[in-house]
C-alpha cells in the first residue's frame, strides 16, 4: 500500500519534485537511477519524465514486483483492514494506468552498485541512507554514476536506528559526551561538500504514511527531509 495504495504520496511526491527540480536548474533528463526504490512506484512516476530509468533495491521479492507490474501489466495484492476480523481488502494497480516508461528493476547493493550502472542524469534515494549501515558508501557510488551536471536526490526522517547503522556511521544526529552533536542535514552538508558536491537548492520538508490498516484509520506520519545536490 506504501507505493501503491490509495493513501501512497510519497513515492510519486519525490519523483515529481526531482524531475521540477531538473527542469528548473536546467539539468538534462535523460537516465536516472533510484536506489532503495523498493517494488517501484518513483520509477515508474520518474519514468514519464526521464529517457531511461534504472530501479534497484536489496530485495529480490521487491524487484519481482516492480518487474512483474512493467512486463505482466498490473500487480494485485491484500491489504489488512480489521486486524481483529481479519477482513482484508484487495488491491491492483494496472501499468497502463501509470504510464510508465522506460524502466528497469534490477537487485542493487546501495553500498556496491552494478558496475553496468553508469552515466545518470540523476540519482535518487528515498527513505533510504538511514536505514545503511555504511551511507558515506552509497555517496561515493552515487558519484561514481553520475555525469558532471548531474543531481544527487536523497529524502530522508533522519530515524538513524543501530538496528541498521552503527552509530559512529551516522551522518550526525548523535551526542557525543557533554558535546551537541551536528544535525544529520549539517553532517550530510559537510560530506557531500567534501566529495565535491554543490547545494543545489535549499532543503524541503516531505511528508509520508505509513498505513498499519488498509482502511487508514491507524497509521504512522512521518516528515522527512529532501536535499539537492549537484556535480559540477
Known sequence: DFHFGPN?????ACAKRCAEVAQELGVARGRALEVGGGPGRAAVELS??????????????????GRRLVE????????????????????????????????????????ALPADCQGYDLVC????????????????????????????VISSPYTWLEDF??????????????NDGPTTYAGLKEHLLAEGFEEALAPEDIGFRIDELGNGRK??????????????
Open 48 to 65: 514519464r519524465a526521464y529517457g531511461h530509468v534504472d530501479s534497484g533495491d536489496y530485495s529480490h521479492s521487491f524487484v519481482a514486483l
Open 165 to 178: 547503522t552503527p552509530k559512529d556511521k551516522w551522518l550526525g544526529g548523535f551526542k557525543y559526551g557533554d
Open 219 to 232: 497509521s504512522q506520519q512521518t516528515t522527512a527531509q529532501m536535499t539537492f545536490w549537484r556535480l559540477p
Open 72 to 111: 505482466g501489466g498490473e500487480l494485485h495484492w491484500r491489504s489488512l483492514v480489521d486486524r481483529t476480523a481479519g477482513t482484508m481488502a484487495e488491491r491492483s494497480v494496472r501499468a497502463a494506468d501509470l504510464h510508465v516508461g522506460s524502466v528497469a528493476f534490477q537487485h542493487m547493493d546501495a553500498h
Open 8 to 12: 501512497s504520496h510519497y513515492p510519486a
Open 125 to 152: 534515494g528515498f527513505n533510504l541512507i538511514d536505514r545503511l549501515a555504511e551511507p558515506r558508501d552509497f555517496f561515493r557510488e552515487a558519484k561514481a554514476r553520475l555525469n558532471p551536471g548531474g543531481l544527487l
